[in-house]
């Protein structure tokens, strides 16, 4: 520890540590490809799903509007690789046949709101827009009048379109999917690409007739694929010999017990040379592998549970707050007075079984549905994260800290 140092040892131990990363990696030759946005020069495993894609949004070099398309899949399925890798082709290809097209890429989960997005889309067809102070509507009738008067085809990509629909008003979607008329001789089609299959039950019907065209699910990839993933990008990445087949094997492993997560198999590759070159090895080896996994471990349920919403805190911490297997009653009673606690607007109990979804769907809890006969349903609720760990996150929290 460095406390435990006097003032010239410690200069001496941080002159080491900065002298040996000045002289850089041992391991790692390209950090790039390790990257979560890094888009390799060739896709495997995913001919099928590019194709598909590329033919649909095809007609864009014609000047015609496309198909919109949904792409579904577990995390780190090559969803967004692929609707990438196709953007930029199509932009090439556009660029070689000297024509003018529009593309669009907004992840609406790192933009935060509609207005946010409608930013980027402005941008996309070069209309200047203040990055506050106009209303959703006359901020997209900006845009909308730039595509009808310039009769532009704009293609966009919105990657992670659940939280939009989850988080906001929901009127972004529906003029994009709904105002061909107002756009005419121009057109907007889009690439729509979710984790969460069901997040179309949020959709106002109307948007989603026009959303859904045509909707693709991503298979999740092999162990056997993750592992000629992972050789792929070592070759890019690392420096000769610096990785044992066994651990390379391991980490395909881990990552396809875990859904046939490519993204997390590399983010375990990433972590695992860190480890390594840390302790001062010269090759990444299993037990990198396993130091690695506990630690992402560790600081992804940490960062899971410091961005859960207010409510969200609240349930998981009535949860915590219950006995042995407490179903969604007990909870719902147990939430209501945390509520009261700390002044916040009680939400009706199915509301409260919504959110012990989302938390099951992110992996906090295991919510299991039980039928009593003629008493109706109920979940019955189990912790799947330590609760010294939510407690400790949560202690740090402004509003919660009073509860724990």
Known sequence: MLADLDSSDQRR???????????GSRI???????????????LLFRDEQIAAVAQIVAPILRRQRCSNIL????????????????????????KDLNLTICLCYSNCRLAGTEYRVILDLADAVGVNLPFTGLSLGEAYSRVASQISDKNLNLLVVLD???????????????????????????SVSL??????LRFKELLDPRVLSSLGEEEMVFPPYSVEELRLILEDRVKLAFNEACITDAAINLCAALAGSEHGDARRAVDLLRVSAEVAEREGSTRVEERHIRIALQKMEQDRLIEALKVLPLQAKLVLLAVVRCETAPTTGSIYKTYSTLGERVGVEILTPRRVSGILSE??????????????????????VTLLVPKSLILDVFAQDPVVSSLV
């Open 28 to 42: 790692i030759k390209d950090p790039e490809p390790l990257r979560p946005d890094y888009i390799p020069p060739k």
């Open 13 to 23: 131990l941080l002159d080491s540590i900065f002298t040996r990363a000045a002289k």
């Open 160 to 186: 992670e379109i659940d939280f939009l629909a989850k988080n906001s008003s929901g009127n972004l979607l529906y003029e994009l999917t709904r105002s061909h008329d107002i756009l005419s001789p121009g």
């Open 191 to 196: 690439i729509g690409i979710s984790n969460d």
């Open 71 to 94: 792409l579904y899949g577990k995390t780190g399925t090559g969803k967004t690789a692929t609707a990438r890798l196709v953007l930029k082709e199509l932009a090439a290809k556009a």
């Open 359 to 380: 938390l099951d769907m992110q992996g906090l809890v295991s919510a299991d549905v039980l039928s009593k006969g003629r008493y109706g349903r109920s979940k019955q």
